[in-house]
């Protein structure tokens, strides 16, 4: 009796409050993904924006692929494939594929800076669909906000006006395809390898067939470092990152999984004027107090 009651009356472990994994992911979208803007800014110096994107990510998604497959994961079915689709296209065609337009004239900061508010627009479409944004989630997405808005009126903003005009719609676009990938279900969307593999690789189908209704062509003397760049937005930005970012989209609050937007403009902008001499005003260093600030209301558990 004395053992049972021991036992029944020891401290059951208690799971860690904060999981690796989570960890893990926000640092790879954090660091990872402030760094492609410069990327794509030097890719697109000699190759064609849409083409280059869709050569990455078909790539990257092969390789998840194959690696799903081998981890024994099953072909996804034909109805699997159309459910992915339109998100592909709404991440890679609408989200990143519009940024390497605009980047032809906007700089790698000012395009991190605009794509900042897409945790806005996922907190909006989300509460248009009934998964509203706590009052402390709301608050951070504020403070962001203002933040982005300090970002603006600097000088890293600066391009052509239908440049700047498009890359306004690629948070957008985004932000509705993560809400989209959010609400998959079956095994494909259960899989953290064959989800962000079928996603890149329709989105990847979708970009190489609007390149080629724009006549976009690879040249046949583009620099070396434009390649090393798509090389690098590849491996990091496309494998390691989007692997990240679709599992924080599967398991953690939306304002969490978009944070990575508030602290992506920062590092970018600095990456931006110490690696390729791009404008830095003082308005970073108080834009960068009040992102900063927001991404903690995002990632602070509320108290007992």
Same mark, same amino acid.
């Given at each position: 009796m004395k053992r049972m009651i021991a036992e029944t009356s020891a401290p059951t472990a208690t799971a860690p409050r904060i999981d690796p994994r989570l960890i893990l992911s926000l640092v790879a979208v954090y660091v990872i993904w402030s760094s492609t803007y410069l990327a794509i800014r030097i890719a697109i110096v000699d190759l064609p924006p849409l083409l280059t994107a869709s050569v990455r990510f078909v790539g990257a998604g092969l390789v998840l692929f194959l690696i799903a497959m081998r981890r024994g994961a099953t072909w996804p079915t034909a109805r699997e494939w159309l459910r992915v689709a339109p998100i592909g296209g709404l991440l890679f065609l609408g989200g990143n594929g519009l940024v390497s337009i605009a980047q032809q004239s906007v700089s790698s900061g000012g395009a991190a800076v605009v794509c900042a508010m897409m945790p806005v627009?996922?907190?909006?479409?989300?509460?248009l669909s009934g998964e509203w944004p706590t009052r402390r989630e709301w608050a951070s997405l504020a403070i962001g906000f203002v933040g982005v808005f300090v970002l603006m009126g600097g000088p890293t903003l600066a391009g052509e006006p239908l440049h700047i005009a498009i890359l306004v719609l690629s948070p957008m676009a985004?932000?509705?395809?993560?809400?989209?990938?959010?609400?998959?279900?079956?095994?494909?969307?259960?899989?953290?390898?064959? %989800?962000?593999?079928?996603?890149?690789?329709?989105?990847?189908?979708?970009?190489?067939?609007?390149?080629?209704?724009?006549?976009?062509?690879?040249?046949?003397?583009?620099?070396?470092?434009?390649?090393?760049?798509?090389?690098?937005?590849?491996?990091?930005?496309?494998?390691?990152?989007?692997?990240?970012?679709?599992? %924080?989209?599967?398991?953690?609050?939306?304002?969490?999984?978009?944070?990575?937007?508030?602290?992506?403009?920062?590092?970018?902008?600095?990456?931006?004027?110490?690696?390729?001499?791009?404008?830095?005003?003082?308005?970073?260093?108080?834009?960068?107090?009040?992102?900063?600030?927001?991404?903690? %209301?995002?990632?602070?558990?509320?108290?007992?």
């Open positions: 627009w996922m907190g909006v479409l989300g509460a985004w932000a509705l395809g993560s809400i989209l990938g959010r609400r998959l279900r079956g095994r494909a969307a259960e899989d953290s390898f064959m %989800l962000p593999a079928m996603q890149m690789l329709t989105g990847g189908v979708i970009l190489f067939a609007v390149a080629a209704l724009r006549g976009e062509r690879f040249p046949a003397d583009a620099a070396a470092s434009s390649w090393l760049a798509v090389g690098y937005l590849w491996l990091f930005g496309s494998i390691l990152g989007f692997t990240a970012y679709s599992w %924080l989209n599967r398991h953690a609050r939306p304002v969490v999984a978009t944070s990575y937007a508030y602290v992506n403009p920062v590092l970018a902008v600095i990456l931006g004027a110490v690696i390729s001499g791009e404008p830095l005003g003082v308005t970073t260093v108080v834009a960068n107090v009040l992102i900063v600030g927001a991404v903690y %209301l995002a990632l602070r558990k509320p108290k007992r």
